[in-house]
C-alpha cells in the first residue's frame, strides 16, 4: 500500500498540484461520503502565508449563510511581512461551487444530517488555491476502533513482509 501512496504523491507534484495542508483528523472522525473541490476567496496576505505552509484545518468546517458556503474556524496565521496591511486568522472564508453543487451540500445538511468538512487544501496547477471538501458522516467509537485496527494490522503486516 505504501508504494501506492508514494506514486501517488509523485504523481501529484508532477500534476502541479502542492498540497498545502491535510486534515487527517476528518478521515478518522467521519466517513467521507461525496467529494468536491470548491475555490475560496482569500486576501493576499492569506496566500502568501499558504505558500509557506502555514494552515490548520484540523478544527476547520463547512457552513451555509444565506445561499452561500463559508469555511469556518481555519486558522491561516498572519504573514510577518505584510505589516499592518495583515489579514485576520480566523475569519469566515467563502467557499466558491456552482450553484447545483451547493445545493447538493444544503440537502445533504439539512435533510440527511451530514456534515462538510474540509479534507485538504492545495494549489491547483495554474496556481489557484482549492480546497477538497467532503459530505461526511460521523463515525460512531466502534467504527473508530475498526478503523485502528486495520491501519495497525495493515501496518504490522507490510513489516512482516519486509523482514522476509
Same mark, same amino acid.
Request: net charge positive; glycine share 6%; proline share 3%.
Given at each position: 500500500?505504501?508504494?501506492?501512496?508514494?506514486?501517488?504523491?509523485?504523481? %501529484?507534484?508532477?500534476?502541479?498540484? /502542492?498540497?498545502?495542508?491535510?486534515? !487527517? %483528523?476528518?478521515?478518522?472522525? +467521519? &466517513?467521507? #461520503?461525496?467529494?468536491? &473541490?470548491?475555490? @475560496?476567496? *482569500?486576501?493576499?496576505?492569506?496566500?502568501?502565508? #499558504?505558500?509557506?505552509?502555514? @494552515?490548520?484545518?484540523? &478544527?476547520? +468546517?463547512?457552513?451555509?449563510?444565506?445561499?452561500?458556503?463559508?469555511?469556518?474556524?481555519?486558522?491561516?496565521?498572519? +504573514?510577518?511581512?505584510?505589516?499592518?496591511?495583515?489579514?485576520?486568522?480566523?475569519?469566515?472564508?467563502? =467557499? #466558491?461551487?456552482?450553484?447545483?453543487? @451547493?445545493?447538493? *451540500?444544503? @440537502?445533504?445538511?439539512?435533510?440527511?444530517? #451530514?456534515?462538510?468538512?474540509?479534507?485538504?487544501?492545495?494549489?491547483?496547477? !495554474?496556481?489557484?488555491?482549492?480546497?477538497?471538501?467532503?459530505?461526511?458522516?460521523? /463515525?460512531?467509537?466502534?467504527? /473508530?476502533?475498526?478503523?485502528?485496527?486495520?491501519?495497525?494490522?495493515?501496518?504490522?503486516?507490510?513489516?512482516? =513482509? !519486509?523482514?522476509?
Amino acid at each position: 500500500m505504501s508504494s501506492k501512496a508514494g506514486g501517488a504523491k509523485t504523481a %501529484r507534484k508532477q500534476e502541479g498540484i /502542492k498540497v498545502v495542508a491535510d486534515n !487527517r %483528523r476528518a478521515r478518522f472522525d +467521519y &466517513e467521507l #461520503l461525496e467529494h468536491f &473541490e470548491a475555490g @475560496i476567496e *482569500l486576501v493576499g496576505s492569506e496566500v502568501k502565508s #499558504l505558500r509557506t505552509g502555514q @494552515i490548520n484545518l484540523a &478544527e476547520a +468546517y463547512a457552513a451555509m449563510k444565506g445561499d452561500e458556503l463559508f469555511l469556518f474556524n481555519s486558522n491561516v496565521p498572519e +504573514y510577518r511581512e505584510a505589516n499592518r496591511f495583515n489579514h485576520e486568522p480566523k475569519r469566515p472564508r467563502k =467557499l #466558491l461551487l456552482h450553484a447545483k453543487e @451547493i445545493k447538493r *451540500l444544503a @440537502i445533504g445538511v439539512l435533510r440527511e444530517g #451530514l456534515t462538510i468538512v474540509p479534507v485538504k487544501m492545495f494549489f491547483n496547477p !495554474r496556481g489557484r488555491v482549492k480546497v477538497d471538501i467532503a459530505l461526511a458522516k460521523g /463515525k460512531k467509537v466502534a467504527d /473508530k476502533r475498526d478503523t485502528i485496527k486495520t491501519r495497525d494490522w495493515n501496518r504490522e503486516k507490510s513489516r512482516l =513482509l !519486509r523482514e522476509k
